[in-house]
C-alpha cells in the first residue's frame, strides 16, 4: 500500500485502453494480372490525394502485399498495394 501511495500517483497505468490512433489504411486490388508498373502507377496516384489532405502526417506504401480487411490473411501478387496513413 505505502509503494502504491508514492509512487501510485507519478505512473501512467490505463486500464481503457486508447482505441483511436489516427491510423487509416487503404488497400488496392487490380484485376489479376496487373503488372508492378500499373499497381506502382496507382498508388502512386492515391498518394498524391491523401498527401494533399492537410491532417495527414505520414504515409507508409507497400506493393506487392496487403494486409488484414475483409480477409483473414495477407495477399500477396503485383496486382496489391496497400496505404497506412498517419494523421
Do not use: C, H
Not at 502504491?4 to 486490388?29: F, R, T
Request: charged share 20%; aromatic share 6%.
Amino acid at each position: 500500500v505505502y509503494t502504491m501511495q508514492v509512487w501510485g500517483p507519478n505512473m501512467k497505468i490505463g486500464y481503457i485502453p486508447v482505441y483511436d490512433q489516427s491510423k487509416l489504411g487503404l488497400s488496392l486490388e487490380l484485376p489479376a494480372g496487373a503488372s508492378l508498373e500499373e499497381t506502382d502507377r496507382v498508388m502512386r496516384q492515391m498518394e498524391e490525394v491523401v498527401a494533399s489532405t492537410p491532417e495527414v502526417a505520414t504515409i507508409f506504401t507497400t506493393i506487392g502485399r496487403i494486409q488484414g480487411g475483409s480477409r483473414g490473411a495477407p495477399e500477396t501478387g503485383r496486382q496489391f498495394g496497400q496505404l497506412n496513413i498517419q494523421l
